[in-house]
C-alpha cells in the first residue's frame, strides 16, 4: 500500500482523525497542542497520526488535502482545517456539534 492509499484508508476508516505533531498527551508544537486542546473539550475520542513518526504521511498529506500546514483535522472524511479553523469552530460551539454529529452517525452505522 501506498502513502495516498494509507492516508485515505485512514481517513475512511476514522470519522474523526487528526493529523499533528506529536500526540495529544505531548503535542510536539503549539499548534497541536491547541487543536487537540479543543478537540479533547469535546469529550468524544479521535484518531490521530503523529506526523513526525511519519514521514511519508507529512510530505504527502498536503497535496491530497490542499491544506499546507499541520494539525489537519478530517471529520466524517472532509478537511475542516487546521488550528485556527478549529479553535474558532470550538469558541462558536460549532465543533462540538460537528464532534457529536459525527460520534451520532458512526454509532447510528455500527447498529
Known sequence: MDVLDT???Q??????????????????CGFSAQA???LMSCGERFAFVNILDN???RA???SYSNWPTFPQLFI???LVG??????ELFEKGELQTM???AVTETKENDE
Open 36 to 38: 487537540t486542546q479543543a
Open 82 to 87: 487546521g488550528c485556527d479553523i478549529i479553535v
Open 55 to 57: 514521514p511519508d504521511i
Open 11 to 28: 481517513i475512511e476508516s476514522n470519522n474523526i482523525i487528526l493529523y499533528m505533531k506529536g500526540s495529544p498527551q505531548q503535542p510536539q
Open 60 to 62: 504527502t498529506l498536503p
Open 7 to 9: 492516508i485515505k484508508e
Open 99 to 101: 464532534i457529536k454529529d
Open 76 to 78: 466524517n472524511g472532509e
